[in-house]
């Protein structure tokens, strides 16, 4: 799931996201944090957390990413860049819960769902592309990025 997420990110983002790591490492206070997935946005000039959790949302979850936004800022960031961005990706979220939680958070924050293949009207799956189709489409382009570095 983590590699798929990352792959949509990029092409996403046509060249705009720099993907920085998995499971990105920061110590604070001599203890380890790991960002789920870590990108710089070339345009906005600012780090991206995104978080991921398979379950539902819990509002228990903008306090972690609010933590490592701050943690981003502090150790990662550096003075040219504007404050860090995040993305909370749950299986379910409730939009008044999602809106109650983060009402009151100065840092910018958002939160999505997302859905499996199989879980999509029947409809939706006939206009998506075939699972392997999209990875052998994922592996070209991430094959064709890799030989435009080397020349």
């Not at 936004?69 to 993305?87: F, M, N, T």
């Amino acid at each position: 799931m983590v590699a798929n997420i990352k792959q949509f990110i990029l092409s996403f983002g046509g060249n705009k996201f720099c993907f920085m790591g998995h499971e990105h490492r920061i110590i604070v206070d001599d203890e380890e944090i790991f960002i789920d997935l870590l990108f710089f946005h070339r345009e906005l000039r600012c780090l991206v957390a995104v978080e991921l959790k398979r379950g539902k949302f819990n509002p228990a979850h903008l306090g972690q990413l609010n933590f490592y936004l701050s943690a981003l800022d502090e150790y990662v960031r550096q003075e040219d860049e504007a404050p860090s961005i995040g993305i909370l990706l749950c299986k379910e979220a409730k939009r008044s819960i999602v809106e109650f939680a983060i009402r009151d958070y100065t840092k910018p924050m958002g939160v999505a769902t997302y859905r499996t293949r199989n879980e999509m009207p029947s409809e939706w799956q006939k206009a998506l592309p075939d699972f392997d189709d999209m990875k052998k489409l994922l592996e070209s382009t991430e094959s064709e990025q890799d030989s435009e570095v080397g020349e």
